[in-house]
């Protein structure tokens, strides 16, 4: 049969539950340390993405050290200062941009700095020849493992990307050849939104899926008659997400 290697009813039901309510936390984290083998878990999860020719490009860089953290703060506030003068033409939406929560550095328990290292079982790495960034593209993966575990788990996480790579590298001691990729904030939180926060508060709308689906070509959005059965699929998903309320 086709589904034989298909997981469970409630295996599937925690999977999607994972990912559609997998939120972007920067202000519900509560002082709860997370358990050493929750951590653990967490990481080991994200150490088994896929990645371009198993290369397994990734590094995590785990802080708690205060004063760490201190440092990447200020590199977010020089950081969130040079993007909030970007807006000065838009006095309401920079008025918006500045009330945004953006950050957990302090909060979080755990902040963890995911890094990607493209000398690893280099220089040839099958599959990257003609991709380089594929490289790159493996650590996001191990990044989006790391989300959803610790989802999982109960485990809040926050990307913090207002960040110049420089001060981290700096920061955190890096080598050269690395670079650092996500920097992300953990932590037990006092609730997980409905809604991610940017949708919740009116930043940006989201987008039904069938509005980012082309058939064939790019920019082709009404389906041949081939695919006329699957599109009818794709606008009961976004029913589904709708009603969810996710």
């Given amino acids: 049969m086709t589904d034989d290697y298909a997981l469970t009813g409630a295996q599937k039901e925690g999977l999607y539950k994972a990912i559609f309510s997998r939120r972007d936390v920067r202000s519900h984290f509560i002082p709860k340390s997370i358990p050493n083998d929750v951590l653990a878990r967490i990481l080991n999860a994200a150490h088994h993405a896929p990645s371009v020719g198993f290369s397994q490009p990734w590094n995590f860089i785990l802080i708690r050290d205060?004063?760490?953290?201190?440092?990447?703060?200020?590199?977010?506030?020089?950081?969130?200062?040079?993007?909030?003068?970007?807006?000065?033409?838009?006095?309401d939406r920079q008025k918006k941009y500045s009330s945004l929560k953006l950050e957990g550095i302090m909060e979080s328990d755990v902040n963890v700095c995911v890094t990607y290292d493209p000398t690893r079982f280099g220089p040839f790495v099958l599959?990257?020849?003609?991709?380089?960034?594929?490289?790159?593209?493996?650590?996001?993966?191990?990044?989006?493992?790391?989300?959803?575990?610790?989802?999982?788990?109960?485990?809040?996480?926050?990307?913090?990307?207002?960040?110049?790579?420089?001060?981290?590298?700096?920061?955190?001691?890096?080598?050269?050849?690395?670079?650092?990729?996500?920097?992300?904030?953990?932590?037990?939180?006092?609730?997980?939104?409905?809604?991610?926060?940017?949708?919740?508060?009116?930043?940006?709308?989201?987008?039904?899926?069938?509005?980012?689906?082309?058939?064939?070509?790019?920019?082709?959005?009404?389906?041949?008659?081939?695919?006329?059965?699957?599109?009818?699929?794709?606008?009961?998903?976004?029913?589904?997400?709708?009603?969810?309320?996710?």
Wanted: glycine letters at 8%; a negative charge.
């Fill in 66 to 91: 205060s004063e760490t953290r201190r440092k990447v703060k200020e590199s977010f506030l020089r950081e969130q200062g040079r993007s909030t003068a970007l807006l000065d033409g838009d006095k």
């Fill in 127 to 246: 599959g990257r020849t003609s991709i380089e960034e594929t490289g790159v593209y493996s650590v996001a993966c191990a990044v989006q493992n790391l989300w959803l575990a610790a989802r999982a788990e109960g485990v809040g996480v926050g990307w913090v990307s207002i960040l110049a790579n420089s001060d981290l590298e700096n920061i955190l001691g890096m080598p050269t050849h690395a670079k650092p990729i996500a920097y992300l904030c953990l932590g037990y939180v006092a609730e997980f939104s409905d809604k991610p926060d940017l949708e919740r508060l009116g930043w940006l709308p989201r987008m039904a899926l069938s509005e980012v689906i082309c058939y064939e070509k790019w920019g082709e959005l009404e389906p041949p008659g081939s695919w006329s059965e699957f599109q009818s699929g794709v606008k009961a998903q976004d029913e589904v997400r709708r009603e969810d309320n996710i």
